[in-house]
């Protein structure tokens, strides 16, 4: 689940996909072009992840 902050009408909209156009739920603003949010963590969700290799003995 994602989150974005609507700049106009200060309320936050979710979406389970992060991709297309995004519209505000609440006033129909076009927040296509803001950073997308993890839901639950907050995190941004465009962040790097370290890949760790897993050594086998």
Request: charged share 25%.
């Amino acid at each position: 689940m994602f989150l974005k902050n609507c700049y106009q009408c200060q309320r936050p909209s979710y979406s389970s996909s992060k991709r297309g156009q995004w519209l505000c739920s609440t006033c129909g603003y076009d927040l296509t072009g803001q950073r997308a949010y993890n839901a639950t963590s907050m995190e941004r969700y465009n962040k790097k992840i370290l890949q760790l290799e897993i050594v086998r003995k």
